[in-house]
Nanobody, 124 residues
């Protein structure tokens, strides 16, 4: 079955960096656009970043542009989210998702498979 397993979350201070990883199995990874979303307590799940199948194109939410980058290694079936200059408002559970199509999407409906999430907590 399809599994997306996130890792790399944790508790850090404001200004620190974290790199999240998402390892996929059960899918032909290189066929899927991949995305990262996050959900803070009491809030809707929101788009963070996405990357196309080849890694040639990326898309970011305005709130993270210039601080976060996304990358993928199709040989390792893994997508990464590098988060720099973290802020307390970045605190959330971060989810990776495999796209329903090959196109980049910032909408939850554009993704077919979801991981269980990893907690990121940024203290001030």
């Amino acid at each position: 079955q399809v599994q997306l397993v996130e890792s790399g979350g944790g508790l850090v201070q404001a200004g620190a960096s974290l790199r999240l990883s998402c390892a996929a199995s059960g899918i032909t990874f290189s066929n899927y656009a991949m995305g990262w979303f996050r959900q803070a307590p009491g809030k809707e799940r929101e788009f963070v970043a996405a990357i196309r199948r080849s890694g040639g194109s990326t898309l970011f939410a305005d709130l993270v542009k210039g601080r976060f980058t996304i990358a993928r290694d199709n040989a390792k079936k893994t997508v990464y989210l590098q988060m720099n200059n973290l802020k307390p408002e970045d605190t959330a559970v971060y989810y990776c998702a495999a796209g329903a199509t090959s196109l980049l999407s910032s909408s939850k409906s554009g993704y077919k498979y979801w991981g269980q999430g990893t907690q990121v907590t940024v203290s001030s």
